[in-house]
């Protein structure tokens, strides 16, 4: 049986989602921000109204950032779509993470602190595994982030059997990685999974059967830009 701090915890968060939903942004975003604009309102209030005004600027920056905008995915199951908004900064072939010897096309997108920080379903499909990882808070840009940052790995299983990976990585700004998701759950391709905090990475792997559709430096958007697909 749940405790009751937990209980507590779990209602406020929900209602918290209901209210991100209503407005757009990220449920995390609506907690944050939130408590930052009763501050920036109680001292208003008690008379320090520039201080006040600066909380409460500062909260509708935090909500902008926390911003949860509505996407189309694409119609089919033989592509893969960017679980990430961003900029294309590395497209090679890798390891999958923890395997050895099985090659997959490695798609990395940088997310700045401006681009909306919701992360999606790259396929739709069953959650096989999640794996955490505890590291460091080096630049998410740097190529050596995935192996040495805080990073958090989702593998994907479609109906086919093809495996996907969302590696999730914390960048110098982001200290904090969140996964809304659990084991076995099954998920469709774009749907929200969880998201990281204030500038970070997501590493896209795919099996080699799908040809990369991006290169280093375009803008991708989570949840709608294809970056791979089985050609006919």
């Known amino acids: 049986m749940a405790s009751e701090p937990d209980t507590a915890r779990y209602q406020a968060g929900a209602l918290a989602a209901r209210i991100g939903a209503a407005v757009g942004i990220a449920g995390e975003g609506v907690m944050i921000s939130g408590a930052v604009s009763a501050i920036g309102v109680c001292l208003f209030l008690v008379g320090f109204r520039f201080f006040g005004l600066i909380a409460v600027a500062f909260a509708v920056a935090v909500g902008m950032f926390f911003r949860d905008p509505d996407r189309s995915p694409p119609r089919t199951g033989d592509v893969v779509i960017s679980g990430a908004d961003g900029k294309v900064t590395d497209v ?3 390891v999958f993470p923890g395997e050895t010897g099985r090659m997959y096309h490695r798609v990395s997108v940088f997310m700045s602190p401006l681009n909306v920080h919701v992360n999606r379903a790259v396929a739709g499909g069953e959650v096989t595994m999640i794996e955490h990882t505890h590291g460091e808070f080096r630049a998410a840009f740097r190529d050596d982030a995935s192996l040495h940052n805080e ?78 697909a089985v050609e006919s």
């Open 151 to 228: 990073r958090n790995l989702i593998v994907l299983t479609d109906p086919k059997g093809r495996i996907f990976g969302m590696l999730q990585v914390a960048g110098y700004l982001a200290r904090r990685i969140v996964c809304r998701l659990r084991v076995h759950d099954r998920v469709e391709a774009g749907q929200r999974v969880g998201l990281i905090m204030f500038g970070s990475r997501v590493d896209h792997f795919f099996p080699a059967e799908f040809t990369v559709q991006v290169r280093i430096g375009d803008r991708v958007r989570a949840g709608e830009t294809v970056l791979g």
């Open 92 to 94: 090679a072939d890798a």
